[in-house]
């Protein structure tokens, strides 16, 4: 482990964000962006395309080239792109010592994440995630290993977490071989470099120190509305309704994340 020197030492939030065809990414970073800076109070980098329009006031933007895509169904059955690759490029492009790397489509609801910056790590990643029906199954493939989280990625600048992040472009680029070797089923996903990269590195073996302690909470469902009621979470989904206590949220329903509604949310959660 390599510690940086604590005078030194910079910390902020790193999110990429693409607009596709059917997703507009940017406008989800936009909003979660404004909970990340009211409960986190942390500068924000956003990088993304080129001459991209934005919302939000950034502290920094870093423009790159489109990294590539995949194409995935939704539980509506309606084809979408999926801008996902490029993740890697994160160590090389934060201009933080200490990074907070986050997915639009996490909802930073309190200020818990700031308590990891406390602890000792070069890299710290999501294990588990549940549903509030049900624990997340997350195996890769019948025959392979769980997948990570990268939806919430701490990492410091250590030669370590170049390593790892060096291994996921390398499973990127070379994503058949890796499927093959890991027993993966579908397209390439993040979660799916990450935990194998963190395997890699760690000499195949599962480090659990690499891990974040919290159980993330997810929503898979099409959502129709969110609101908070006596600091309770109630999300609506057609005929029913689902209360959570209040806390960070990875919210999964993308066309849910550019309405109204979930902006109107955000305006009562930044007040």
């Not at 084809?79 to 986050?102: C, I, K």
């Not at 624990?135 to 790892?164: C, E, P």
Request: glycine content about 2%; some cysteine; proline content about 2%.
């Amino acid at each position: 482990m390599q510690n940086l020197d604590e005078l030194e030492k910079s910390r902020g939030v790193v999110v990429f964000a693409f607009r596709s065809e059917t997703v507009d990414y940017v406008k989800i970073a936009d909003q979660t962006s404004r909970l990340i800076r009211k409960n986190l109070n942390l500068p924000i980098t956003l990088i993304t395309d080129p001459n991209t329009a934005v919302n939000f006031n950034y502290d920094k933007i870093i423009e790159i080239k489109n990294t590539g895509s995949n194409f995935r169904t939704t539980q509506d059955n309606q084809l979408v792109e999926w801008r996902n690759f490029g993740r890697y490029l994160a160590y090389q492009l934060s201009p933080y010592d200490e990074t907070l790397l986050l997915d639009t489509d996490y909802a930073v609801l309190d200020s818990s994440l700031n308590k990891v910056w406390d602890c000792d790590f070069d890299y710290k990643i999501v294990q588990e995630s549940t549903l509030p029906e049900a624990i997340f199954q997350r195996r890769m493939g019948y025959l392979s290993h769980n997948w990570l989280w990268a939806t919430v990625v701490f990492f410091r600048k250590t030669k370590k977490a170049k390593a790892l992040f060096d291994l996921i472009g390398r499973v990127q680029r070379n994503y058949k071989y890796y499927k093959t070797l890991f027993n993966l089923n579908g397209n390439y996903r993040n979660d799916f470099a990450f935990a194998i990269a963190d395997i890699v590195v760690n000499g195949y073996t599962v480090d659990l120190t690499n891990y974040l302690p919290d159980t993330m909470l997810s929503i898979q469902k099409t959502i129709q509305s969110i609101e908070v009621k006596e600091s309770k979470l109630i999300s609506r989904h057609d005929n029913t309704a689902v209360v959570t206590p209040w806390q960070n949220i990875h919210i999964m329903d993308k066309n849910f994340l550019t309405t109204k509604q979930f902006e109107r949310f955000v305006d009562s959660a930044t007040a």
